[in-house]
């Protein structure tokens, strides 16, 4: 008979939430941040008081490879290792920790915020604290004031009665007549006795759990993971790594989370208008950094001191220690603000001025790691290095080459590398030659007319055609004001563009052209909102010759040139029209990354 390789027990949630408290059980982000809504802390008390299920929780017992001599979190605590690392349940335990310990928890947008959750004693009612309900006398506001500190249930079960006496004693006065007896019934202070008790008793209730033995590899967790969990969740190389992370670098954790909050809070040292960093990106980024490395499986065997040659290699403490030393250094490299900044404003030289450009962030993450590669391990000149990236990230972005198996394209990108003599021609030879082999004559007069003939909102070759719009300086149609203004301008109540419908959307409908037609690329253009409205549902035979006329045949000319639409395109039959600007599109696209070519510095 096989031996289990776990135990299944059930203890009280009292018990669980004091080795939280303690270090003994850790919880370190090897799942994700924190997410639930308030709301849904509120239904898991619900669960508890009710007696309904609320699943297994799964602890892996902390292996030996991971250390003994540090700290889980940031806090002084008795253990200063983990016994039991959570691997399902972590949203669960961390909603039960905050609310019932007032502890302030970190949200997926790097916020501390508090979850306070009332209950209502007489008919053990929990409800997510709102102004209203502070101060609604028939609710405990926050249960983390009664269940975080050592008093006495009975003590603040009168507290909360004569609070009652006090509210409802107020608002008699006001009607002129007062009953001592109204104040509060037998019958309600039963209520709120019986309710004290079994917020309380919440403490005594039994949670299963299950907790695997500390001798299954990371690999056997995740399986064993994967077939208890019913939501089919899959924990992943990246997890473990923040895990390593927790347990013998916590100071480390926090500097990554603050890199990564501020680069989504305006002011904040690495704010950017592209993108929001998450750990998981530094991560990627300073593996390949720290160990030419871009499969997160093999970085996470060398943070554990596994040598890769060595067949079947055993962790090393000594080897590990190296390797952290190295991958730290990497983590500072990715995040040094001078270095991020300057590689934010290459990537807006290439047109992608704001987030909603971005097709892809792992294009943004693993061109910065080539950016900083090319810069310290090359040697790269900066206004060199600037033209390079910025023709290789306008490249990869088009081409969506870092989806799909991107691990697999970098990996061997970074291998590429590795073999090559380290100076600046080597470097930017290497991203030439990959741009060339696609970007040719064939590719631009044909294959990519032909892949323009696709419909989407967020398809990258759209992007790609207004970061070149962005790049050649291209305004806006009808529009005094470029594509680059209208994208970058703060947002306000009122939206400052559009996506229009060249060929608007109604219109077409009453030709019975299908969706797929009439959401086609070559149909759209960025437009400032009012004009967009202004245009409404008038087919371009209705709505352009009076603007026409407006502005003058010169002006007209550069603008349709400027926004790849064909001369004379508002009396063209729509799939003529479509054919023709297609074209059109795939030489501004060429004339932009041919400009970028040609930019220095």
């Known amino acids: 008979m096989t031996s289990q390789q776990y135990t299944h027990v059930e203890q009280p949630l009292s018990l669980l939430l004091s080795e939280i408290q303690v270090g003994k059980i850790g919880l370190p982000d090897i799942q994700r941040p924190y997410v ?64 019932m310990y007032g502890i302030y928890v970190v949200d997926k947008n790097y916020n501390d915020r508090a979850i306070r959750i009332a209950f209502n004693p007489m008919n053990k009612k929990f409800d997510v604290w709102s102004a209203a309900i502070e101060k609604n006398p028939n609710y405990v506001p926050d249960i983390s004031k009664l269940l975080s500190v050592a008093n ?36 309600e202070e039963a209520l709120i006795e019986k309710g004290f008790d079994e917020l ?35 924990i992943k190389e ?38 929001a960093l998450d750990m998981s990106h530094i991560v ?76 892809s962030k792992y294009a943004v993450i693993y061109c910065y790691m080539f950016y900083l590669i090319g810069k310290y391990t090359f040697k790269v000149k900066q206004s060199e290095l600037k033209v390079i990236i910025r023709k290789w990230f306008f490249f990869s972005s088009m081409t969506s080459f870092y989806t799909g198996s991107s691990e697999s394209d970098v990996e061997s990108q970074l291998n590429d590398l590795m073999d090559l ?31 323009l003939d696709t419909s989407g909102n967020k398809h990258p070759l759209w992007f790609a055609f207004v970061a070149s719009q962005i790049v050649l300086g291209a305004k806006a149609m009808f529009s005094n004001v470029s594509i680059q203004q209208l994208l970058t301008l703060v ?76 001369e004379g395109f508002e009396n063209l039959d729509y799939s003529q029209f479509l054919e023709k600007r297609r074209t059109l599109m795939a030489k501004k696209i060429r004339e932009a990354y041919n400009k970028l070519s040609e930019l220095t510095g």
């Open 36 to 99: 639930w809504p308030d709301a849904k802390v509120r239904n898991l008390f619900d669960s508890l008081m009710k007696g309904f299920p609320i699943g297994y929780l799964m602890f892996w017992d902390t292996p030996d490879k991971y250390g003994k001599d540090k700290f889980i979190g940031t806090d002084e605590k008795s253990y200063k290792s983990a016994k039991s690392l959570v691997i399902d349940g972590q949203q669960r335990l961390t909603a039960l920790y905050a609310a």
């Open 152 to 187: 006495s249930k009975i003590t603040e079960r009168k507290k909360f009665i004569e609070n009652l006496k006090v509210k409802r004693k107020a608002d008699l006065e006001k009607t002129g007549t007062i009953i001592e007896s109204d104040l509060i019934t037998d019958e």
């Open 200 to 234: 309380y008793g919440l403490l005594d209730v039994k949670i299963p759990t299950i907790d695997i033995f500390g001798t299954l590899s990371e690999k056997d967790v995740a399986e064993i993971f994967v077939r208890v969990n019913s939501a089919g969740q899959k």
């Open 238 to 275: 990246n997890d473990f790594i923040m895990t390593l992370i927790s347990v013998y670098d916590p100071n480390l954790k926090v500097s990554i989370n603050d890199f990564c909050k501020n680069s989504s809070t305006p002011g904040g040292t690495s704010y950017n208008p592209l993108i």
């Open 284 to 359: 990627r980024i300073a593996a390949g950094l720290a160990f030419n490395r871009g499969r997160l499986n093999y970085a996470y065997k060398i943070l554990l001191g596994i040598d890769l040659n060595e067949k079947g290699g055993e962790p090393s403490p000594e080897r590990r220690s190296g390797m952290f030393s190295q991958f730290s250094k990497a983590v500072s490299i990715a995040m040094n603000e001078t270095d991020w900044s300057m590689y934010i404003n290459t990537i807006e030289g290439a047109g992608y001025v704001n987030k909603n450009l971005i097709s």
């Open 421 to 451: 003599p380290k100076n600046q021609t080597e470097f930017i030879n290497y991203f030439d030659t990959a741009i060339n082999s696609e970007f040719t004559d064939s590719y631009f007069e044909t294959t990519l007319p032909h892949m």
């Open 491 to 566: 947002q306000t109540d009122k939206p400052v563009y559009d996506k229009h419908h060249i060929y608007p959307k109604q219109y077409l409908k009453t030709k019975e052209y299908n969706d797929r037609k009439i959401n086609q690329l070559a149909n759209f253009l960025f437009i400032d909102y009012d004009t967009n409205i202004d245009i409404g549902q008038d087919p371009p035979s209705m709505y352009v010759p009076p603007r026409r006329k407006s502005m003058g045949e010169e002006e007209y000319k550069e603008m349709c040139s400027a926004s790849a639409l064909p």
